[in-house]
């Protein structure tokens, strides 16, 4: 694998709602890019290196979460942060997600999902 492309799998720039639960509180976010490995997520808090979450991913269509399908509800280990101060406040805060327990039945979702919306 190249120094430049690291990663395992591909990334895909989806936006998702995301609820990231720490183990002191829980806070909204949203997702940048996400792959069967892991995604990246804007948030409008900092999050320490290699903290266990739990990662809740919601599809949102035209601002209304998608009843019809069902979260992504899977642990992560946060691998990176980064700040952008250009960013909205809501969005301010990166971190680099690796999930941690996802199910084969919930690799194989993601894997369905990113085939079908990256086109």
Same mark, same amino acid.
């Given at each position: 694998? =190249? @120094?430049?492309?690291?990663?395992?799998?591909?990334?895909? *720039? %989806?936006? $998702?709602?995301?609820? +990231?639960?720490?183990?002191?509180?829980?806070?909204?976010?949203?997702?940048?890019?996400?792959?069967?490995?892991?995604?990246?997520?804007? =948030? @409008?808090?900092?999050?320490?290196?290699?903290?266990?979450? *739990? %990662?809740? $991913?919601?599809?949102? +269509?035209?601002?209304?979460?998608?009843?019809?399908?069902?979260?992504?509800?899977?642990?992560?280990?946060?691998?990176?942060?980064?700040?952008?101060?250009?960013?909205?406040?809501?969005?301010?805060?990166?971190?680099?997600?690796?999930?941690?327990?996802?199910?084969?039945?919930?690799?194989?979702?993601?894997?369905?999902?990113?085939?079908?919306?990256?086109?």
């Amino acid at each position: 694998m =190249s @120094p430049q492309n690291r990663r395992a799998h591909p990334r895909f *720039r %989806l936006h $998702l709602s995301a609820e +990231i639960q720490t183990p002191k509180r829980t806070i909204t976010a949203a997702t940048r890019d996400l792959s069967v490995g892991g995604c990246c997520v804007e =948030s @409008p808090y900092s999050l320490q290196e290699g903290l266990q979450i *739990r %990662l809740s $991913l919601f599809l949102v +269509i035209d601002g209304i979460e998608c009843v019809e399908t069902p979260p992504l509800i899977v642990g992560a280990q946060v691998q990176w942060t980064a700040e952008n101060d250009e960013a909205p406040l809501e969005s301010r805060h990166l971190a680099g997600m690796r999930f941690t327990d996802a199910t084969d039945a919930q690799r194989k979702w993601l894997e369905d999902f990113l085939a079908r919306a990256s086109g």
